[in-house]
């Protein structure tokens, strides 16, 4: 049975040996519910069956001096949180990439949901001055890059969301994960359908664009 690390969850599957990295926002809520964990839960209860994985990741946080590394919650780690060895056990290790544009809109609607507390151009210029200045506090303020790259060298297969509504390429992720006849659930209904490219003035935009220029130049993506 898969183990679902809290927060934007990681699911580690140690029967079926693969293991997701949920970057926030790029449709993993649809991949979680059908591979493991309960979607909908963002407690901070632990959720595991044998309590011994999600303490090791923990553990290794905790031990992690707060002043030297940037993140707040332990849930919100890459891969590079343990070392190499660890991976090892798992014979698949993926993640889901999206639109950079596409991804920071939903991230604002999500994170002022009913009532936004500011505007989208002032949400996108705070990010890009935080991550200009190194302050990277919460996944809000981190580009996809550190979640589908892995100083240590960790081999990490990175799906498109984008792709994912093809049939062939849903089930071909399927069989990497050793999961047969799971049909594809529907997008998050909580999702604004409000085209992104409305909501993006020309510095916003290019804001985007310096940010993200990894995952941009990695995938081509356009906005």
Same mark, same amino acid.
């Given at each position: 049975?898969?183990?679902?690390?809290?927060?934007? =969850?990681?699911?580690?599957?140690?029967?079926?040996?693969?293991?997701?990295?949920?970057?926030?926002?790029?449709? %993993?809520? +649809?991949?979680?519910?059908?591979?493991? %964990?309960?979607?909908? *839960?963002?407690?901070?209860? #632990?959720?595991?069956?044998?309590? @011994?994985?999600?303490?090791? @990741?923990?553990?290794?946080?905790?031990?992690? +001096?707060?002043?030297?590394?940037?993140?707040?919650?332990?849930?919100? #780690?890459?891969? *590079?949180?343990?070392? =190499?060895?660890?991976?090892?056990?798992?014979?698949?290790?993926?993640?889901?990439?999206?639109?950079?544009?596409?991804?920071? &809109?939903?991230?604002? =609607?999500?994170? &002022?949901?009913?009532?936004?507390?500011?505007?989208?151009?002032? &949400?996108? %210029?705070?990010?890009?001055?935080?991550?200009?200045?190194?302050?990277?506090?919460?996944?809000?303020?981190?580009?996809? *890059?550190?979640?589908?790259?892995?100083?240590?060298?960790?081999?990490? *297969?990175?799906?498109?969301?984008?792709?994912?509504?093809?049939?062939?390429?849903?089930?071909?992720?399927?069989?990497?994960?050793?999961?047969?006849?799971?049909?594809?659930?529907?997008?998050?209904?909580?999702?604004?359908?409000?085209?992104?490219?409305?909501?993006?003035?020309?510095?916003?935009?290019? #804001?985007?664009?310096? #940010?993200?220029?990894?995952?941009?130049?990695?995938? %081509?993506?356009?906005?």
């Amino acid at each position: 049975m898969p183990i679902s690390l809290r927060g934007e =969850k990681m699911i580690l599957d140690k029967e079926r040996r693969f293991a997701f990295i949920h970057i926030p926002r790029t449709g %993993g809520t +649809s991949i979680r519910s059908v591979l493991g %964990g309960d979607p909908n *839960d963002a407690s901070s209860s #632990m959720l595991n069956n044998d309590g @011994i994985e999600t303490s090791i @990741i923990e553990q290794k946080f905790m031990s992690m +001096s707060v002043n030297s590394y940037k993140w707040s919650h332990w849930s919100h #780690m890459s891969v *590079d949180i343990m070392e =190499k060895q660890y991976w090892e056990q798992y014979n698949y290790i993926f993640t889901c990439v999206r639109n950079p544009w596409a991804r920071l &809109f939903s991230l604002y =609607k999500k994170a &002022f949901v009913g009532a936004p507390s500011c505007s989208f151009e002032s &949400f996108v %210029g705070t990010i890009y001055i935080n991550l200009h200045n190194n302050h990277t506090a919460d996944f809000l303020h981190t580009t996809q *890059d550190f979640w589908f790259s892995s100083p240590q060298g960790i081999q990490i *297969d990175t799906v498109r969301f984008e792709d994912l509504s093809d049939e062939n390429q849903w089930n071909h992720l399927m069989d990497k994960c050793g999961v047969k006849n799971k049909c594809r659930p529907h997008d998050n209904k909580s999702e604004s359908r409000q085209d992104y490219k409305a909501a993006y003035s020309r510095p916003s935009r290019y #804001m985007v664009a310096v #940010m993200e220029s990894k995952t941009i130049d990695r995938f %081509g993506y356009e906005f």
